[in-house]
Nanobody
Framework: QVQLVESGGGLVQAGGSLRLSCAAS????????MAWFRQAPGKEREFLGA????????YYTDSVKGRFTISKDNAKNTVYLQMNSLKPEDTAVYYC???????????????????WGQGTQVTVSA
């Protein structure tokens, strides 16, 4: 079973950038898909994007495409979420998630995901 720990959240002004990290431990990630979600107060958890660990293929939702980038560091067993041009509406708790997947069809990125981190708060001030 893999364990996930997010870090890197904080307070940033609108227009600024943050990079979130998600450190994984417990097993190799070669057959995993890693994803980022967020949940704002009073709203449902929102899927942002995902990456196939094996070949670094990524997917982004329209709400973050062009502003957010998902990447990974094999040596550190860590996934990153680089967030640029942040807006107040990006304020939320951000979560990384993992799911063991052997085949990658057209909808390889879709939830559900079985393993979750504890979340990290991102606050964007106007």
């Amino acid at each position: 079973q893999v364990q996930l720990v997010e870090s890197g959240g904080g307070l940033v002004q609108a227009g600024g950038s943050l990079r979130l990290s998600c450190a994984a431990s417990g097993r190799t990630l070669s057959d995993y898909v890693m994803a980022w979600f967020r949940q704002a107060p009073g709203k449902e958890r929102e899927f942002l994007g995902a990456i196939i660990w094996k070949d670094s293929t990524t997917y982004y939702t329209d709400s973050v495409k062009g502003r957010f980038t998902i990447s990974k560091d094999n040596a550190k067993n860590t996934v990153y979420l680089q967030m640029n041009s942040l807006k107040p509406e990006d304020t939320a708790v951000y979560y990384c998630a993992a799911d063991l997947r052997i085949g990658y069809g057209r909808t390889w990125y879709l939830p559900p995901y079985n393993t979750w981190g504890q979340g990290t708060q991102v606050t964007v001030s106007a």
